[in-house]
């Protein structure tokens, strides 16, 4: 079992940055791969980025790819999520989700945070 928390959201204007941190419990933080994803009203819970267990390979949405950065630190359980030059069209519920493989879907994440609210403005 798994427990997820999620912070660092918040209401930034168009071109700023957040950095969002998402907590783990356990001893197996390392067993996981880690992922963000995001849920805007009305939409679907969508793929921003994922982390392989030990850190080594990343992948990212194209709509976030070169201002989005995951990182993992598996010695204080933690998954973070550095988001530079953001735009209105990123904003939404943010949350984080462990899996035990590497993935970017949705069905792939067997853990899954409560979200933290980020509101980019124009």
């Known amino acids: 079992q798994v427990q997820l928390v999620e912070s660092g959201g918040g209401a930034v204007q168009a071109g700023g940055s957040l950095r969002l941190s998402c907590a783990a419990s356990g001893r197996t933080f390392m067993s996981y791969g880690m992922g963000w994803f995001r849920q805007a009203p009305g939409k679907e819970r969508e793929f921003v980025a994922a982390?392989?267990?030990?850190?080594?390979?990343?992948y990212y949405a194209n709509s976030v790819k070169g201002r989005f950065t995951i990182s993992k630190d598996n010695a204080k359980n933690t998954v973070y999520l550095q988001m530079n030059s953001l735009k209105p069209e990123d904003t939404g519920v943010y949350y984080c989700?462990?899996?035990?493989?590497?993935?970017?879907?949705?069905?792939?994440?067997?853990?899954w945070g409560q979200g933290t609210q980020v509101t980019v403005s124009s």
């Open positions: 989700a462990a899996a035990l493989r590497f993935g970017i879907r949705t069905a792939e994440y067997d853990y």
């Open positions: 982390i392989s267990r030990i850190g080594g390979s990343t």
